[in-house]
C-alpha cells in the first residue's frame, strides 16, 4: 500500500517569489492536512482539505493557501516568500473523520527561501 | 484554546536504560491522545494512541496511558535501543491534531 507522497523533497527558491508543493495521500483517504515545521515554533497547522473544500484552517496569512482535486490530491501555494517560509511542510492523511486514528504523514517537502 | 505541553529535551540516555517522557494537555472535550516519532530526513510516524480515559496505548515497547485526573499522557519504555534515537511528539485531537514542541531522544551504545 503506497505512502503519501510529497513533491518535490526539496526546494530552493528567492524571496518574492511562488512555490506549489504537491502532496498524493493514501489510496482511499479524503482528508488531507498541511502542517509548517520549524525550529522555533514546532508543528504548526495550516489547513485541511477534505473531499475538495477546506475544512478548517490555521492561522497563517492568506499568502499560504491551498486547494484538493477530484482524487484527493493536495496542493499548497505559498505567494510573495519571505526567509520566514524557511520550513519542513508536511501533508497527512487520514479517512474521512479519522481523527481518533491519527494521521499517515508524508516525508515532507524542505523549503528555503534565500 | 486546547494546547500540549511535553518535557524539552534534548533527553540522554545510555542503551537499556528506563525512558520517561512527559506530556499533559489541556482541552476542553475528550480528545484522542497519540504519540508521534520522527527519524532525520522523515515525516511523523504515528507510534501510538490512546482514544478514551484509561485506555493504554502500546507498540514497539512503548507505552503510554491516557489519564484524564492529571490530564498526563507520559511515553515510557523499559529499556531503550540507539535505534530509538528520534524526535517524540505528542499530540492530541481537537478538530485537528495539536502537536506539542517535540523532545529530542538521544541514545548512547
Known amino acids: 500500500k503506497a505512502g503519501v507522497t510529497q513533491t518535490p523533497r526539496y526546494l530552493i527558491k528567492t524571496r518574492g517569489q511562488q512555490v506549489t508543493l504537491s502532496c498524493s495521500p493514501i489510496s482511499g483517504h479524503r482528508s488531507v492536512s498541511w502542517y509548517q515545521q520549524t525550529p522555533g515554533q514546532g508543528l504548526q497547522f495550516l489547513f485541511e482539505?477534505?473531499?475538495?473544500?477546506?475544512?478548517n484552517k490555521g492561522n497563517f496569512p492568506g499568502r499560504f493557501s491551498g486547494r484538493q482535486f477530484s482524487n484527493s490530491r493536495s496542493e499548497m501555494n505559498v505567494s510573495t516568500l519571505e526567509l520566514g517560509d524557511s520550513a519542513l511542510y508536511l501533508c497527512?492523511?487520514?479517512?474521512?473523520?479519522?481523527?481518533?486514528?491519527?494521521?499517515?504523514f508524508g516525508s515532507g517537502t524542505r523549503l528555503t527561501v534565500v | 484554546g486546547d494546547s500540549v505541553t511535553q518535557m524539552e529535551g534534548p533527553v540522554t540516555l545510555s542503551e537499556e536504560a528506563f525512558l520517561t517522557i512527559n506530556c499533559t494537555y489541556t482541552a476542553t472535550g475528550y480528545p484522542s491522545l497519540f504519540w508521534y516519532v520522527q527519524y532525520p530526513g522523515e515525516g511523523l510516524q504515528l507510534l501510538l494512541k490512546a482514544t478514551k480515559a484509561d485506555d493504554k496505548g502500546s507498540n514497539k515497547g512503548f507505552e503510554a496511558t491516557y489519564r484524564k485526573e492529571t490530564t498526563s499522557f507520559h511515553l515510557e519504555k523499559g529499556s531503550v535501543q540507539v535505534s530509538d534515537s528520534a524526535v517524540y511528539f505528542c499530540a492530541l485531537s481537537d478538530d485537528k491534531i495539536i502537536f506539542g514542541k517535540g523532545t529530542r531522544l538521544h541514545i548512547l551504545p
Open positions: 497527512a492523511s487520514s479517512l474521512a473523520g479519522a481523527l481518533d486514528y491519527g494521521y499517515t
Open positions: 482539505y477534505f473531499s475538495e473544500t477546506q475544512r
